[in-house]
């Protein structure tokens, strides 16, 4: 009886050793970079997200870089600045044109240097005024302003 004891023990671990044996798993790793499987796809991945990220970061500079020149030109001092230059602008561009349609400077001539543009007008003979805009890389504007075509329409009561 011993002997079958012994037999069937020795049968149980031998049978249980092989159920081990089998139902282990198999190990491998699961990392494209270690098992070689999937690597181009995997190394692929890995750059595509480098350059989103470091794109990402030259966006978010560049939009701060916005921002402050916004938040530069939206103080009080700029908008008076920017109020006041365009106004210096605006009497400078009208004293300009008094003196084209004027006549008072009695050759009908005259030069301006603004900022290395030269601005020169003459009244020709037909009595248009030419205007010549010379910026500072030389290139050149002409305008004719025709006079003689410029009429105001008088003021009639009606019956």
């Keep these: 009886m011993k002997n079958i004891i012994k037999i069937t023990l020795l049968g149980l671990i031998t049978i249980s050793l092989q159920a081990i044996a089998t139902s282990m798993p198999d190990y ?47 103080t009080n001092i700029a908008k008076f600045l920017n109020n006041l230059e365009s106004r210096i602008y605006a009497q400078i561009s009208q004293n300009m044109a008094t003196s084209m349609f004027s006549g008072t400077n009695g050759s009908g001539t005259g030069t301006m240097n603004f900022e290395g543009n030269t601005i020169n007008w003459y009244k020709d003979i037909s ?33």
Excluded at 32 to 59: C, D, M, W
Excluded at 143 to 149: C, D, K, N, Y
């Design 127 to 159: 009595g248009n005024i030419v205007m010549n805009v010379t910026d500072t890389t030389g290139n050149s504007t002409s305008v004719t302003i025709p006079l003689g075509q410029f009429q105001f329409p008088t003021s009639t009561t009606g019956n």
């Design 28 to 74: 491998s790793f699961k990392s494209p970079a270690f098992n070689g499987v999937g690597y181009s796809s995997h190394a692929l991945t890995i750059e595509n997200q480098q350059y989103t990220r470091q794109q990402q970061i030259i966006k978010d500079a560049l939009a701060q870089a916005q921002a402050d020149a916004a938040a530069k030109q939206n």
